[in-house]
């Protein structure tokens, strides 16, 4: 599968990963910033952005996704950043193929097993009627009626694209396979091996996802792992707190 990306800079290579819903241009600050001093790979993993869609949607098909990109693009060895859904493909990867990540970098995310969040999304997206959709005021009209939260809403409809032919509305990810594989995503992380390379995991103080008490849990997988909470952010690391996050990975 060829994965969509942007590449930015020279030097040695990273490579970051987005989340549940989200595409690599939720990650171009960090990356043009990180570009200074690297080659920096953003990337849309499959049924998300404009990477291919795929009936498979699971953990192990989206580490082979991101070995084989690496291979395609003569990388051998990277720093992986991955958040959320990115940060599990990370460490999936990670403990798959260890000789191919210098070091790994996991965004507010552990390798355990997740209770569901996102049914309101879902519910949200499911409903909403593209073939009536003039503009993106109306879906952004139709999804507060399900959606509280305005950074939410702006969030999801960066999916929406219009279709050249037709002129309709549609969503960029594979939304009917994220929906039915979504367990998929919730599940934990499964390996008989461990990394041993330098491992940082960081997290929101204001998230549920993932807390100082975990750090145990992490080092089973990651022997090496050290945590680190930026506090005043949410599960939106990076963007809520983007120089912190900034020189915590720099």
Do not use: C
């Not at 989206?62 to 940060?87: C, K, N, P």
């Not at 009209?141 to 939410?152: G, H, K, M």
């Amino acid at each position: 599968m060829e994965l969509n990306y942007k590449q930015f800079g020279q030097g040695s290579p990273i490579i970051i990963l987005h989340g549940l819903f989200g595409t690599l241009d939720n990650w171009q600050t960090i990356a043009r910033r990180l570009s200074e001093n690297h080659t920096v790979f953003i990337i849309d993993q499959r049924n998300h952005g404009r990477s291919p869609h795929h009936a498979e949607f699971n953990y192990e098909v989206m580490a082979e996704d991101l070995r084989d990109f690496m291979q395609a693009q003569w990388v051998y060895e990277a720093t992986i950043i991955g958040h959320s859904m990115g940060g599990k493909t990370a460490m999936q990867f990670a403990l798959n193929y260890g000789e191919m990540v210098e070091k790994l970098i996991v965004v507010d995310i552990g390798p355990q097993k997740y209770k569901g969040g996102h049914q309101t999304i879902f519910e949200a997206l499911l409903a909403l009627d593209l073939p009536k959709i003039k503009n993106r005021k109306d879906a952004e009209n139709e999804l507060a009626t399900r959606i509280e939260s305005l950074p939410v809403r702006q969030f999801l409809l960066k999916n929406l694209t219009r279709n050249k032919e037709s002129g309709q509305y549609q969503w960029k990810m594979n939304l009917p396979v994220i929906y039915e594989n979504y367990e998929q995503i919730l599940e934990a992380i499964e390996s008989d091996y461990t990394y041993d390379g330098e491992t940082l995991f960081i997290n929101g103080g204001k998230s549920d996802y993932l807390s100082p008490k975990d750090l145990p849990n992490l080092q089973k997988f990651f022997p090496q792992a050290t945590l680190t909470t930026i506090p005043q952010a949410g599960h939106w690391v990076h963007a809520e707190a983007p120089d912190e996050f900034f020189e915590l990975i720099k």
